[in-house]
């Protein structure tokens, strides 16, 4: 099939869309969830948790955290590998959690994996078991019964406990049962998933893809294999070329309508539609880092600086912390890339308000 010439402008449009991003909001919490795939559990809360802010990103005022918290707590959604999924799609994930930790042949990390793993079998068997009669447990009151600890140059380094607990996690054998805050309480699998049929692997892999396509609206056929999304949209969709940026594309065929009506947003550094920062910039030609790792000293735009969405371009980013026990939102800088207009800083500053009055705070620019 002959590919779809795409420009610029249409690329943007047509991954603006696909992230619910564009004027037509959603206003189902559950129907969000199905279509962008997954939302990803971060905590950190300098404006507020990154799966509320993505969710008020596209739903608006509306949205209410609680209705989120609804879903998990009747198991409607669930927590998977660090990911709130809705739960009937932990079906199209069995399949690799049965042959964790991963289809033969196996890279040097898998195998490292997995013979961890196996030199800790004692250890594992008595997490079952203890799970097993006690229920929903934190990893600090389970014991450490690893014969190998676990060795990284990471923060996980002898983290033994929570180490196996993600692993087994990854074998379908426990699940995230609730949190306290923002710590885990783990349950056995068969307690916490629904239980439907495991969807053949080859079947899950094209589902997933086709689903990960719908919800990027244009991806490159292959993708660096990641955490948050290991799966690529292969063929799915149509071949598409973006004027000026090299390479083939996939498009999800029902995008390319042309019809387009933006809005203003501002993004959680975590939206899927800024995370993988090579399509981003790509796409938009937007330079921007999350660099709350950094120190304070060589930060250019803030320590969770939110980029900024206007139509059909991402045009800044706003440095912005929530002071709850103060009862504000402090804005500290809101970085403008080019020119903006005054109807721009208009929208923005519109959409500033409305974060804060969501937020339950006044708006104060520091």
């Not at 879903?71 to 660090?82: C, I, K, P, Q, Y």
């Not at 009151?141 to 180490?163: A, F, H, I, Q, Y």
């Not at 799915?236 to 000026?244: F, K, L, N, W």
């Amino acid at each position: 099939m002959r590919a779809h010439e795409l420009s610029p402008v249409q690329a943007r449009r047509i991954a603006v869309r696909a992230q619910l991003l564009d004027a037509e909001r959603p206003d189902d919490v559950l129907e969000v969830l199905r279509h962008l795939g997954h939302l990803q559990v971060d905590l950190t809360r300098v404006v507020a948790e990154h799966a509320d802010l993505a969710l008020w990103t596209r739903i608006g005022a509306r949205y209410d955290p609680e209705d989120l918290a609804g879903l998990v707590g009747d198991g409607a959604v669930v927590e998977h590998r660090g990911m709130l999924v809705p739960s009937e799609d932990v079906a199209l994930f069995q399949a690799d959690m049965d042959a964790w930790p991963g289809e033969p042949p196996l890279k040097e990390w898998q195998e490292e994996l997995r013979d961890w793993v196996r030199a800790n079998d004692a250890a594992r068997r008595e997490v079952l078991a203890l799970l097993r009669s006690e229920g929903p447990t934190a990893a600090r009151d389970l014991p450490d019964r690893c014969e190998v600890p676990w060795r990284s140059s990471g923060w996980t380094n002898n983290k033994n406990v929570m180490r196996l607990l993600e692993c087994m996690e990854a074998r379908g054998e426990v699940a995230v049962a609730s949190r306290e805050g923002r710590e885990r309480r783990w349950d056995l699998a068969e307690r916490v998933h629904p239980g439907d049929p495991a969807v053949p692997g080859e079947e899950a892999h094209r589902t997933l893809a086709r689903r990960r396509l719908r919800a990027l609206g244009l991806a490159r056929p292959r993708a660096l294999e990641a955490w948050h999304e290991p799966y690529d949209v292969r063929d799915t969709g149509e071949p598409a070329r973006v004027e000026g940026v090299r390479g083939l594309w996939r498009v999800d065929p029902e995008l390319l309508d042309d019809r387009f009506e933006g809005r203003t947003a501002i993004l959680s550094p975590l939206d899927r539609l800024v995370f993988d920062r090579k399509r981003m910039a790509d796409l938009f030609d937007f330079d921007y880092q999350l660099e709350m790792y950094k120190p304070a000293d060589q930060r250019i735009w803030g320590y969770w600086a939110m980029p900024v969405l206007d139509g059909d371009e991402l045009v800044g980013k706003v440095d912005a912390t929530a002071e709850r026990d103060g009862g504000v939102l402090v804005v500290d800088a809101v970085h403008e890339d080019g020119d903006w207009s005054p109807s721009r800083r208009a929208r923005v500053d519109a959409e500033l308000h409305s974060l804060a009055e969501w937020l339950g705070l006044e708006l104060v620019r520091s």
